[in-house]
């Protein structure tokens, strides 16, 4: 058997049963791609399953406020995407409903090219191979392609080999009896190889279908591929974060423009430890230091936080951008991961 004739026999015995992939509904679909952009299968679907019951459909979605939004996706990270995902709906339901071929579909915010490839054949059945990071790896592997995956070489390299490998008909598919156009079948067997079979640590080689026509086997090369560019420089900064605690509230801002966690919410942050209005003296004299050195990853820096509950005795003067509100309220304002864990500890 050739390669996508031998991935579609795997996929028929191992796929993975997913509820994304029980419909054609362009806006589940579009919906499970964006949440698991950077996000694990187990995580993401409850995050999915709520999205799907408290808005079932994109013009319910885009009628929300994007507070709502931020505050459901609250605990996945890559806040950007939740964003997007709200202006995209916004864009969907302007259009009446989203347009069915990929140029279109790349027209919406924060759809590239794997997305926008992922939604065509999923839903409409679109001849549009999808390359994600389990596919790099499998194609990498078999083919023993050593041309870094993050570059735009290696990039058009893997797509057009995807796009080739791509059934063309009906006929490879039919001794299979899937239920999906060729390219959705296809499409979602390499994905679910790479994430089941061809994993990035220990690779199920020995059981491997694919293992006589396999480079990187025959070459002992599986550790090696995919290559990938180092390019990302991590920066590390240090924060202090201040959770004023007067006559039961707090203080929050919310995040401005231009940044991972805009539209999201934060306590007082600052550089320095201000002083109490009352005494003058460093809030740290008369404030609990509730964690030291809480470390957070993000795609470009590592952050390193200070946690600190401070209860003035007069009311203090906010700095701009801060707002009093009931702590009571204070679980209807959506917060990065990091704050998450400021006011467990609160």
Not at 121 to 147: E, M, Q, W
Request: proline share 7%.
């Amino acid at each position: 058997m050739g390669f996508t004739t031998t991935i579609l026999q795997w996929f028929r015995e191992n796929g993975r049963a997913l509820p994304w992939r029980e419909t054609r509904d362009p806006y589940a679909i579009w919906l499970s791609e964006i949440i698991l952009q950077q996000t694990r299968i187990d995580q993401g679907l409850p995050y999915w399953e709520r999205f799907m019951q408290r808005w079932p459909t994109v013009d319910v979605l885009a009628a929300a406020s994007e507070d709502e939004v931020l505050r459901e996706w609250q605990g996945l990270g890559y806040y950007s995407r939740a964003r997007n995902l709200h202006a995209a709906a916004k864009q969907v339901a302007a259009l009446g409903g989203f347009p069915t071929d990929i140029k279109g579909l790349l027209s919406l915010k924060g759809i590239g090219d794997y997305t926008a490839a992922a939604i065509g054949s999923f839903a409409f059945g679109l001849p549009a191979a999808v390359v994600d990071g389990n596919v790099y790896r499998v194609l990498a592997r078999h083919y023993g392609i050593s041309t870094p995956i993050n570059t735009t070489e290696g990039k058009k390299e893997f797509q057009a080999l995807a796009q080739e490998l791509l059934p063309s008909n009906n006929s490879q598919l039919s001794p299979f009896n899937f239920q999906l156009p060729p390219s959705a079948a296809y499409n979602q067997a390499l994905m679910d190889f790479g994430a089941i079979h061809c994993t990035p640590a220990k690779p199920l080689c020995l059981q491997c279908p694919l293992q006589d026509s396999c480079v990187a086997f025959r070459e002992g090369r599986t550790a090696e591929l995919p290559v990938k560019q180092k390019t990302l420089k991590i920066k590390e900064r240090h924060l202090i974060y201040i959770y004023i605690r007067y006559k039961g509230e707090t203080a929050l801002r919310r995040r401005p423009a231009g940044d991972i966690w805009q539209g999201l919410y934060e306590p007082l942050l600052t550089d320095t430890l201000p002083s109490d209005t009352a005494t003058g003296t460093p809030v740290g004299c008369g404030a609990i230091l509730l964690r030291q050195g809480v470390k957070h990853v993000l795609t470009h820096r590592v952050l390193y936080a200070d946690f600190w509950l401070w209860t003035p005795a007069e009311r203090p003067t906010l700095p701009e951008g801060y707002f009093w509100l009931p702590e009571s309220d204070r679980d209807r304002y959506a917060v990065p991961r990091l704050i998450e864990k400021m006011f467990e500890e609160v």
